[in-house]
């Protein structure tokens, strides 16, 4: 089986440098930060829509921050379960880009259906970064201290986001550039960051690393023996269902 080579490994995440750690940290807490900027980003617009689409108050409430936030809760039954088998890096990096993707439905909607539905997938795959972001920071980091300092400074993007975006919102939709700017300030930034985490963003998860590992091990030794404990683990759909997908709605 297909161990870390030693404590001082560095290959192990645990044994990056300071200043690579860092620089993982940053580019894992950003990406969370935009999304929970996503959150309330409508939340100046109330008025432009109630006029726009013809509707209610209410109806502008449900179809851009509930919608949302139900689908905020939603996705990190998902996406926080299949980090546990597939890493840390794919889901958070899907999730985000798709967030933006549904985004842009919504800054082109002509009707409030189109919000109300989009919003929902927005929030949903926009959770992943929340889902996964403590993981993979407690995967980086492993001492008490500076765990609890990176987990902090993600948990303040939780209280960030929706502090800056009303602001944002409200001087976006009163500017020139009218609401539909709003979401679109917000989906150019998650895409851009989006592709930079893609080449900047490694993996962090050690059994997928290890995994990693043992195939180029197999490939450059010939020994086909060599593997993982992660690869021990069946990998049919219904095992993989009820250990990773369902294992949250039953606790």
Same mark, same amino acid.
């Given at each position: 089986v297909v161990q870390w080579d030693g404590p001082e490994d560095?290959?192990?995440?645990?044994?990056?440098?300071?200043r690579y750690k860092f620089f993982v940290s940053g580019v894992l807490v950003a990406l969370p930060l935009i999304v929970n900027i996503g959150t309330s !980003?409508? /939340? %100046?617009?109330?008025?432009?829509?109630?006029?726009?689409?013809?509707?209610g108050t209410e109806v502008v409430i449900l179809s851009t921050t509930?919608?949302?936030?139900?689908g905020f809760v939603t996705g990190p039954l998902i996406f926080g379960p299949l980090s546990e088998?597939?890493?840390?890096?794919?889901? !958070?990096? /899907? %999730?985000?880009?798709l967030?933006?993707?549904f985004s842009i439905p919504v800054a082109v909607a002509q009707n409030f259906y189109t919000i109300l539905i989009c919003r929902f997938f927005s929030g949903a795959f926009g959770a992943s970064s929340m889902a996964v972001t403590g993981g993979a920071l407690t995967d980086v980091w492993n001492t008490t201290i500076s765990r609890g300092i990176a987990l902090d400074s993600f948990v303040a993007t939780a209280f960030i986001g929706p502090v800056i975006s009303p602001i944002l919102s409200n001087f976006i939709t009163q500017s020139y550039l009218g609401w539909r700017w709003t979401l679109w300030i917000v989906i150019i930034a998650a895409y851009s960051f989006s592709v930079f985490a893609v080449f900047a963003l490694p993996e962090t998860y050690a059994p997928v690393l290890l995994t990693a590992k043992a195939g180029r091990l197999r490939f450059e030794t010939k020994d086909w023996a060599l593997h993982s404990k992660a690869e021990e683990e069946r990998t049919n759909f219904k095992a993989f269902a009820q250990q990773y997908l369902l294992r949250p709605y039953g606790m």
């Open positions: 560095l290959e192990n995440p645990h044994n990056w440098s300071i !980003i409508m /939340s %100046g617009t109330a008025a432009d829509l109630e006029k726009e689409f013809h509707i509930t919608m949302f936030l139900i088998k597939y890493g840390r890096r794919w889901p !958070i990096l /899907s %999730g985000v880009i967030f933006a993707t």
